[in-house]
């Protein structure tokens, strides 16, 4: 189920027609004073493992490379940020090495906004690169499962943003000690017009920055006050369901006719 846990034989072993691997992408960043800066990882490799463990055993989940593209919250203490080249340079090198050793379904799953366009243009390009050999497929797991969870959420529009309803009880729900849920603030910023928003699950019709530090005092965007453990099983059971369906879907994708070597 974990990549890394596995041996060079083992891996070796694996029927690379059936296998599909599984590429957790997040960021290290401020999740306003309530939440751990590696939020966006925790939830996406959760995610993933708890999709493969449904599907094992022909699902395989890649170690995450943890950092992600977050200028946008860089004034905020504790952020990380790659350049979006350096991002693209990573997931280019990790999807060569698998393709490499002969995999040919490999699936990157995002779980933070910042990487949303890199994800979709990684996985466009890496397919233009790799066809013939290899499938790709990339998105963001909180757009997948948009409909479910608009479907769960109880705060209004801008409530499910970065730290709030949504996020918050995911994490109550995976990994509770690490949610100083007295600490949170809720907040909804006004963009001023109706093409921007900060929410998760319904987002912006237009690409601009957006400075975190200039939206939130506290780098929270959303209602964490309406999250629960209770919620986020709930919000984490349809998502994982989600990407359960995707999978099986997937698996069944022809891989492509094209050059082979």
Known sequence: MRFEEMTSPQIDALDRERTVLVLPIGSVEQHGNHMPLGTDTMLSEGLCLAAAERLAPHVLVLPPPWYGYSP????????????????????????????????????????????????DMMATSLGHEHYGKARIAGFTYFKLAAAEIASLRKSRKGGTGHAGEFETAMMQHLK????????????????????????????????????FAALSPTGTLGDPSLASAEQGERFFSACTETLVQFLQDFAQWPIGEGRQG
């Open 72 to 119: 946008h919250h860089m004034q905020f203490a504790g952020s990380i940020t790659l350049r979006a080249e350096t991002l693209m340079a990573l997931g280019a090198d990790i999807v060569g090495s698998v393709v490499k050793h002969g995999f040919r379904r490999i699936v990157l799953v995002n779980g933070h906004g910042g990487n949303a366009n890199l994800i």
């Open 176 to 211: 509770p000690s690490l949610v100083r849920i007295d600490e949170a603030a809720s907040i909804y910023p006004e963009s001023g017009t109706p093409y921007l928003s900060t929410d998760l699950v319904e987002g912006s019709r237009v690409s601009t920055y957006l400075d």
